[in-house]
């Protein structure tokens, strides 16, 4: 269910059911599974997957590659990153095109909570119901259950018992 009259959503974007979309939000290419909530001023590529019941807050930006899990909540301002060495031109001065960088996918696993103004790195892992403080720049793995903060982000405490890891 699209609520928003100033959506932009392309043909190609599958959307789940009762999903969610304010005002001023650009999909284009990607996937939005069931229950999912979509905030204003939200950018989300082709290629990138939403799972179930995931609230992404305003002004987030979700990059081609990016996978995000069932049940994740996404703060306000949260930016992706799919490339390592990201640059606007070739060696030879030429724009770059779609074969001249190589999309590095990142995976945010289910229950995760990523802060407002988080960056998350190409490459990683989010693990299952960690925490990423706000403001935070992770760039490297965080484990299941894991509250991280800073930047870089490192580990704080875990929110696992000994009983939910078996």
């Known amino acids: ?18 999903v969610k979309i304010y005002a001023f939000v650009n999909l284009y290419g990607c996937e939005i599974g069931d229950e999912s909530r979509v905030g204003t001023f939200v950018e989300i ?16 930006f ?6 995000v899990e069932d049940e994740v909540f996404i ?3 949260v930016m992706f990153i799919n490339d390592k060495y990201p640059r606007a031109t070739t060696a030879t001065g030429q724009s770059q095109t779609e074969a001249d960088w190589e ?3 990142t995976l ?14 190409c490459g990683v892992t989010v693990g299952e119901r ?5 403001g935070s720049v ?19 405490k875990s929110i696992i018992s000994e009983s939910e890891e078996k």
């Open 75 to 77: 703060g306000h301002g």
């Open 45 to 60: 590529q082709k290629g990138a997957k939403i799972g179930r019941r995931v609230k992404i807050s305003s002004h987030t």
């Open 103 to 105: 999309c590095v996918p």
């Open 1 to 18: 269910m699209v609520t928003a009259e100033f959506a932009r959503i392309s043909p190609d974007v599958k959307l789940g059911h009762d």
């Open 138 to 156: 992770v760039t490297h793995d965080v484990p299941p259950g894991a509250v991280v903060a800073g930047s870089p982000a490192r580990l704080l």
């Open 130 to 134: 960690a925490i990423v403080g706000a």
């Open 108 to 121: 945010i696993k289910k229950g995760a909570s990523i802060g407002s103004n988080a960056t998350i790195l």
């Open 62 to 67: 979700i990059c081609e590659g990016v996978t």
